[in-house]
T-cell receptor, first 111, second 111 residues
């Protein structure tokens, strides 16, 4: 199994631009999580899905952030418009038997 | 609410032991431990459920005291490969595995 696949690995964009992060979970895992990691705030849960349905989006910072999971094998996290304070590593993780399997992350830099 | 880890950082020589603590102000259903190496994604180590059981992974073990809402991670005879940041994640008992992570403990093992 290839594990959780995220793209892109690195994204550099200018303030105000739209950013879309993508995630393919491990096949058979029915929960998917988006985390953001920064030095100041550590690992923060943004949103998670169970069976493609958003269960808890209380961690989404503001309306500029949105996430979708149109099917069991694909999820997106969109930031529109992006701001410099959104710069962070964004991890997607899928879970099985309560174990989280993280993707390699997307390093986002908003200039 | 985010669990609190202590210490924030530990420096060891190969072969030495270390203990990392994780405490929560809320009742816990389970505690999860992950290790993240620099520039990589967090990797699952172990889960501890209510009951105070100890689990092991390599020469790493952990305990969970649900009355005190605390968990401790024990690293015995440390190896260079143990270097990284250790996170505890706490689970309040919801159905979908939502974890809230502590701020992390940076462990550095020197030859």
């Amino acid at each position: 199994d290839a594990g959780v696949i995220q793209s892109p690995r690195h994204e550099v964009t200018e303030m105000g631009q739209e950013v879309t992060l993508r995630c393919k979970p491990i096949s058979g895992h029915n929960s998917l999580f988006w985390y953001r990691q920064t030095m100041m705030r550590g690992l923060e849960l943004l949103i998670y899905f169970n069976n493609n349905v958003p269960i808890d989006d209380s961690g989404m910072p503001e309306d500029r952030f949105s996430a979708k999971m149109p099917n069991a094998s694909f999820s997106t996290l969109k930031i529109q418009p992006s701001e410099p304070r959104d710069s962070a590593v964004y991890f997607c993780a899928s879970s099985f038997a309560e174990k989280l399997f993280f993707g390699s992350g997307t390093q986002l830099s908003v200039l | 609410q985010q669990p609190v880890q202590s210490p924030q950082a530990v420096i060891l020589r190969e072969g030495e032991d270390a203990v990392i603590n994780c405490s929560s102000s809320k009742a816990l259903y389970s505690v999860h431990w992950y290790r993240q190496k620099h520039g990589e994604a967090p990797v699952f180590l172990m889960i501890l459920l209510k009951g105070g059981e100890q689990k092991g992974h390599e020469k790493i073990s952990a305990s969970f005291n649900e009355k005190k809402q605390q968990s401790s991670l024990y690293l015995t005879a440390s190896q260079l490969s143990y270097s990284g940041t250790y996170f505890c994640g706490t689970h309040g008992g919801t159905s979908y595995g939502k974890l809230t992570f502590g701020q992390g403990t940076i462990l550095t093992v020197h030859p």
